[in-house]
């Protein structure tokens, strides 16, 4: 699925918002900063069955053995982007399986990546280290947001997010003007 953002004022940067959302929070969120960055939005379908206490179980064995997951092949290709944003569910403390499985399938084709997770209690911290492993480059900003910001305001949670990386992209064109 993808849809485009319609506010903001990034027209030269070409930026991608990539999420998986298992109860809809990652969701808000994503839906905020691709609203906010004037960027595609693309959600990374999961072929495992996620609904209910069984999917809950079966995410959260997915989890602890850091196992990716069977996905839908990405729609919108990374390459043609200047900056992916990529978001995650926090799961026991680890990238949920199919953010770990998109990760995995498009390292080699990412460019500048930004990272934002949603978390209920604790582990958003590790959650990012492993997102930044397995996206092999330096990353440009974090975001961690619980769900309860995310559902109280999703825009307002992500606020100082979207300015740190419409800043980078700002400092982005000024080095191309240089060059």
């Known amino acids: 699925m ?9 027209s030269e940067a070409k930026v991608l918002v990539v999420y998986f959302s298992r109860t809809g929070t990652t969701r808000l969120l ?46 919108l290709s990374v390459s043609a982007y200047d900056l992916v944003v990529i978001g995650s569910p926090v799961w026991a403390g680890s990238v949920s399986a199919p953010v770990r499985s998109y990760l995995i399938e498009n390292r080699a ?51 100082g997010f979207a300015q740190a990386l419409k800043r980078h992209l700002a400092r982005m064109r000024e080095i191309e003007w240089i060059g």
């Open 109 to 159: 084709q990412l460019p500048q990546v930004a990272f934002f997770c949603s978390f209920g209690g604790r582990g958003a911290d590790e959650a990012l280290r492993a997102m930044r492993a397995l996206a092999h480059r330096p990353v440009v900003a974090e975001c961690k947001v619980t769900a309860a910001a995310a559902h109280q305001g999703a825009y307002a949670a992500m606020a």
């Open 2 to 10: 993808s849809e485009r953002g319609t506010e903001g004022d990034m």
């Open 30 to 75: 994503a839906r905020a900063i691709a609203g906010m960055l004037n960027a595609d939005l693309e959600e990374i379908c999961d072929c495992s069955d996620r609904v209910g206490p069984g999917g809950y179980l079966r995410s959260l064995l997915d989890a602890l053995r850091r196992k990716p997951s069977e996905i839908v092949p990405a729609g």
